[in-house]
């Protein structure tokens, strides 16, 4: 991705150099009543190693949850025995078409879990825990890899540059498991990237891809028992940046912000809860985990 001139143009369609690397990243959910104090807030820490395909000898490139870690209102911290060590094969078409789990992630995984000190997590917590794994991919191969079909990152080529993505108005799945039922989507608005600049991370030189979701919107069902389901509708925005390691053309930085309103209702009551939600994340490429 080097360019011969400062200024530019830059390529982001080439391969990232094939080497195995690893990743942290913290997703911290802050949410806020409407009169404006603070009601909960969960943080969530996954931490990924990739082994590409070319160094595997695999069709597709290896991930390994080394661990997985959350701390919910304030409580102990725990990890999550089953995450541990669980690897899959990223498969960026998987799911696109409604076939299969979206990325190639089993959504088995995620069924019945408990937490390090024997707790059980609630539907809507272990849907969070395995969109982490979603969240991850789609800032670390998604935004920030060249698309094969369709307007993606390999469109800029000078500072200021800015596209609509190929994600952009797409429907996305969220059901899982018996957690979330099926027929939950996640609408994107119109996803956009910008070239921004740029920059010194780690002490290399990195290309800053700004990202904006867009007016998003979402329906879902949660399953909360026995004949009792909540059923959220909502909408969102999320923006960050990404920091682009312009030799090898990995991700070395990424930065969150999300804003969600929702609305619930659940099949035992005719009143609905209003929720305001501020999501912020941070993912970075580490030496080792």
Not at 64 to 81: D, R
Not at 124 to 153: E, T
Not at 184 to 204: A, R, W
Not at 210 to 236: F, H, Q, R
């Amino acid at each position: 991705m080097k360019d011969q001139v400062f200024g530019g143009p830059f390529n982001f369609s080439i391969d990232r150099k094939s080497e195995t690397q690893c990743f942290r990243m913290q997703t911290q959910f802050v949410h806020i009543g409407f009169d404006g104090k603070r009601t909960g807030m969960e943080t969530y820490l996954l931490r990924l190693r990739c082994v590409p395909a070319a160094l595997s000898g695999k069709s597709l490139d290896e991930y390994t949850c080394q661990e997985f870690g959350l701390q919910l209102n304030g409580e102990s911290i725990a990890t999550i025995p089953a995450l541990k060590l669980f690897s899959y094969q990223f498969n960026m078409m998987s799911g696109i078409d409604g076939k299969g789990p979206v990325f190639g992630i089993p959504h088995e995984r995620f069924e019945n879990m408990t937490d390090s000190m024997g707790n059980k997590l609630s539907p809507d917590v272990r849907y969070a825990v395995y969109n982490n794994f979603i969240d991850f991919h789609s800032l670390n191969d998604v935004f920030s890899r060249p698309m094969k079909f369709g307007k993606g990152i390999q469109e800029l080529k000078y500072f200021g540059d800015k596209v609509v993505h190929a994600s952009a108005f797409t429907e996305a799945p969220i059901s899982l498991g018996t957690a979330v039922k099926p027929g939950s989507i996640f609408h994107n608005g119109e996803i956009t990237l910008e070239f921004k600049g740029i920059c010194i991370i780690d002490g290399v030189t990195c290309a800053i891809v700004g990202y904006d979701s867009g007016e998003s919107n979402l329906g879902m069902t949660i399953v909360l028992g026995k004949s009792l389901d909540a059923m959220i509708k909502g909408g969102s925005e999320y923006k960050g940046d990404m920091y682009i390691d312009l030799e090898t053309g990995w991700v070395r930085k990424v930065t969150l912000d999300e804003f969600v309103v929702t609305e619930t209702e659940t099949t035992n009551s005719p009143s609905k809860v209003h929720g305001y939600t501020v999501r912020h994340l941070l993912l970075r490429l580490v030496d080792q985990l």
